[in-house]
């Protein structure tokens, strides 16, 4: 998405200086204005520095970003975190925050019929009481069977005899493959497909344990099973976070941390621009510290003779001999077309610094580490490309909606070969309503594959409406399918079904289509383990961090954590 190029926004913008009146040289420079770069840059801020961040764009916070619904501001883009760690929540308390759990009575799953249960319809459920990703910590509670049937369910439970190495070889290095192993197909199928496929858009045999879950893998061989690996991660998250281990928002949204990050920084003597973009990186000289036995000044020095020119003769691309990074900034417009790159709209400036954070998007952070030629870094890595998505919201008018028929949610399984082989679809059934389906279709009765609730989600959305007035958000666009068009029509029928309410069109008072295409791309076993060796070769570089989604995992709370890690190894310089 590009909110550039979106009037009807309201996004977090910083007000930009001239390139003429930043100095010669900065104690840091972050590279990206997401929630990565940010963080770095606060980041650095707690470690007493006074760092320069510059963002493409004309917005800041990346996937956070804000915009207006009929009266309301809400995030277009990611709207929650996962408490896991300390990061992100130490974060949103220094900042003078407070993060909230969604209100309601909890969210449901939409899944295909189970033959096995004598089902004939998709229907309902309630997400599971303890579960982490749809993984029980204890397969045989009711909601369980419930939900498996009484064989799966036994089937899950085995788990507690398998020993703790199962699991933990090559067939576990998926999510997927790591659960089959030790609860069985239906578990993924009918619980952790769902969930997975809806937060990060693949499916979780896409996606390796080791970073959708971190610790999963390592807890189990340690409790000697996945379920009470499960219950020991919840209960350490709820002692943490002192509740349920739910995913939590900052109140008013979580565009309210991105504002308040970009003015603690600036607060604290750093710079914020957006309009700004890096061009190219010029590397120090290896030999650039030793040049000051020679009279050379090294950067930090105050000496007159350590300025750079300020015209386009800096970006020459020749190395720099105090030891510092060069980086090359241009303004910048929009590109051609909203999901383009922003491109240079002005004069070029060479500033130095010793302390360099890119923090940009994969390609074009790729792209710039590669123009600083360095021998130690191999930056020929492909990036797994993310599934279309569409975000469609809709503010309307209907009582029949106060009593909340599927609470603050729902996500819609994905229609598998694996999900349905048991199954028989026959009529909808997600409130005893609903639409027919063709007899052994395997296709879900809806396009959407997720509905937010959102004034029943967030009580400050709900504040800000009329009485009987409610905020609908439905999402579309799952991996290997093509870009999802959505009307207002097909928006209006998947409601009905999912959650029994027809609303017509006059009810409608605003909608709004919103795309975040390829944003979250699958991170594979073979993925991970090439970022983990760029990231070492990264880290034995002075002077150099790298940061962001796709070298610190998806989910705000792995960026966070990530981000606000990697600025700490510059704290030495």
């Given amino acids: 998405m590009n909110l550039d190029a979106k009037n009807n926004s309201t996004p977090v913008v910083s007000h930009p200086n001239p390139l003429s009146d930043l100095p010669d040289e900065v104690d840091a420079l972050v590279i990206g204005g997401g929630i990565a770069g940010l963080s770095a840059a606060w980041q650095l801020t707690q470690d007493g520095f006074k760092p320069l961040l510059v963002e493409a764009r004309g917005y800041l916070g990346g996937l956070i970003a804000p915009g207006y619904i009929g009266p309301v501001q809400v995030d277009l883009g990611a709207e929650t975190f996962v408490p896991r760690g300390v990061e992100t929540a130490q974060m949103v308390s220094a900042l003078g925050l407070e993060a909230l759990a969604p209100s309601g009575d909890g969210a449901r799953l939409f899944l295909p019929p189970n033959r096995a249960n004598g089902e004939s319809h998709w229907r309902l459920w309630r997400f599971l009481r303890d579960a982490y990703l749809g993984i029980p910590a204890d397969p045989d509670a009711d909601d369980v069977v419930a939900v498996l049937g009484a064989k799966a369910a036994q089937r899950a439970a085995q788990d507690r005899h398998l020993g703790s190495e199962v699991g933990q070889g090559a067939e576990g290095e998926t999510l997927a493959g790591f659960v089959a192993a030790r609860m069985g197909q239906a578990v993924v199928d009918r619980l952790v497909r769902p969930i997975v496929a809806g937060i990060y858009t693949c499916d979780p045999a896409d996606l390796a344990t080791d970073t959708v879950t971190p610790g999963l893998r390592q807890a189990t061989h340690e409790h000697g099973c996945l379920a009470d690996a499960v219950a020991f991660l919840l209960a350490r998250s709820r002692k943490a976070t002192g509740g349920r281990s739910v995913d939590k928002c900052v109140r008013g949204g979580m565009f309210q941390l991105t504002a308040a990050l970009s003015q603690a920084i600036t607060t604290a003597g750093g710079t914020v621009l957006t309009r700004v973009g890096a061009q190219q990186l010029i590397a120090p000289d290896a030999a650039g510290n030793a040049d000051t036995a020679s009279g050379a000044t090294t950067c930090g020095a105050s000496s007159a003779s350590n300025a750079t020119s300020h015209d386009a003769s800096d970006s020459s691309g020749t190395p720099d001999s105090s030891g510092c990074w060069q980086v090359v900034l241009a303004p910048t417009k929009p590109g051609p077309t909203p999901s383009s790159e922003p491109v240079p709209a002005g004069t070029p400036r060479t500033l130095r610094t010793k302390r360099l954070v890119v923090a940009c998007s994969a390609r074009p952070a790729l792209r710039l580490l590669a123009s600083a030629n360095l021998a130690a870094l191999d930056t ?145 076993p073979s993925y991970r383990a090439r970022i983990g060796a760029f990231m070492s070769q990264v880290e034995n570089i002075e002077g150099l961090a790298v940061t962001g989604a796709w070298v610190g995992g998806t989910g705000v709370n792995a960026v966070v954590a990530h981000a606000r890690t990697n600025a700490r190894r510059l704290q030495r310089l």
């Avoid at 048991?422 to 609903?434: D, F």
């Fill in 380 to 524: 020929d890595i492909t990036i797994p490309v993310g599934a279309p998505i569409a975000r469609y919201s809709l503010l309307v008018d209907s009582p029949e909606l106060d009593t909340a028929p599927v609470g603050q949610g729902l996500l819609v399984a994905p229609a598998s070969p694996a999900s349905c082989a048991n199954t028989q679809a026959g009529a909808v059934e997600p409130s005893n309503q609903g639409s027919p389906t063709q007899p052994g279709a395997v296709e879900s009765p809806v396009g959407a594959k997720a509905l937010s609730h959102l004034n029943v989600k967030w009580p400050w959305i709900a504040q800000a409406l009329a009485p009987h007035q409610h905020l609908l958000r439905l999402s579309y666009g799952r991996l290997g399918q093509s870009e999802p068009q959505v009307s207002l029509e097909q928006a209006l029928a998947d409601v009905r079904v999912l959650t029994g309410v027809t609303i017509r069109p006059e009810q409608v008072s605003e909608h709004k289509l919103v795309r975040w295409n390829g944003t979250l791309p699958p991170l594979p």
